[in-house]
């Protein structure tokens, strides 16, 4: 049994490589099960939020909010709207069209359902961070969202590796 939990300022060590100036880039966090994508994902949803940047969270399997009662188990920040328990091929769109955010963070990305609703993000100007099971960018070639990743959809993308405990990075790419 694996217990949520947070752990503020993980995030530290990438928001560098997420934020390029005032831009959110558009970010995929890759890693095995286990490695911390959601607690790293959490994190980055509390240091945008508290920085004034209007963060949304699709919460499919309420792994990021913890919600409970309508209210959120995890600390997100004043500026986090979080859209708990829909599936991100409907949540995502609800977001863009109601919550009018700056970014949208979402888990486990990967379906092929999933992909309209990253395109829609990308076509109205919201910034998408969010995680997908891998070792490897073959990984991720042949995950639904491949072919936007090899498009270059997202242009930051980091390695988590299981190595040293949850959380750490192995590996930052960035493209253009």
């Not at 891998?134 to 993308?157: C, H, K, P, W, Y």
């Amino acid at each position: 049994i694996r217990f949520a939990r947070e752990i503020p300022g993980c995030s530290r060590k990438v928001m560098p490589e997420i934020l390029q100036g005032k831009k959110i880039c558009n970010t995929l966090i890759i890693s095995p099960p286990g490695c911390g994508k959601t607690t790293l994902l959490r994190d980055i949803a509390r240091v945008l939020s508290e920085n004034g940047i209007q963060t949304a969270v699709c919460d499919d399997r309420s792994e990021i909010a913890g919600m409970y009662q309508g209210k959120s188990g995890f600390q997100l920040g004043p500026c986090c709207d979080v859209l708990d328990g829909c599936d991100k091929a409907w949540g995502i769109p609800m977001l863009i069209r109601s919550m009018a955010p700056q970014v949208i963070i979402t888990d486990e990305i990967g379906k092929s359902s999933d992909v309209p609703a990253v395109m829609q993000c990308m076509a109205s100007g919201v910034s998408l961070i969010t995680s997908i099971h891998g070792s490897s960018f073959q990984d991720v070639q042949r995950s639904s969202i491949g072919n936007l990743a090899e498009q270059g959809i997202f242009q930051t993308m980091i390695y988590l590796t299981g190595k040293g405990g949850p959380g750490n990075v192995k590996e930052v790419i960035h493209y253009a």
